[in-house]
């Protein structure tokens, strides 16, 4: 089993960056593909991106200008990297983990990944 833990969320004003950060502990090395998602109550669970054990990276088309998404493998860990962020950015942030890779498939699709963090909560004003 694996589990993840975000952090780095908080309030920022519009136009601010923040990084988050999500270290995994466990089974680790199961680990294959990693996402990030955002969710605003009400709403579906948004696909932000996602990173390949081999640093491959797959965005949402609307947020790959200001987002980027990176890997550690060796301390487990993910990070996002948000810029410009807008009012609209405001949400819970969760990372997810799966042990299959993340090519081929429907990785903006929350139902792809098996592990997930309990979220990390951003504000933009």
């Known amino acids: 089993h694996v589990q993840l833990v975000e952090s780095g969320g908080g309030s920022v004003q519009a136009g601010g960056s923040l990084r988050l950060s999500c270290v995994a502990s466990g089974a680790t090395q199961d680990i294959g593909c990693m996402g990030w998602f955002r969710q605003v109550p009400g709403l579906e669970r948004e696909g932000i991106g996602s990173?390949?054990?081999?640093?491959?990276?797959t965005y949402a088309d609307s947020l790959k200008a200001r987002f980027t998404i990176s890997r550690d493998n060796a301390k487990s860990t993910l990070y996002l990297q948000m810029n410009t962020l807008k009012p609209e950015d405001t949400a819970m942030y969760y990372c997810a983990a799966d042990p299959g890779s993340c090519y081929a498939r429907d990785i903006l699709n929350a139902r792809v990944f098996s592990y997930w963090g309990q979220g990390t909560q951003v504000t933009v004003s």
């Open positions: 990173i390949d054990s081999d640093g491959i990276t």
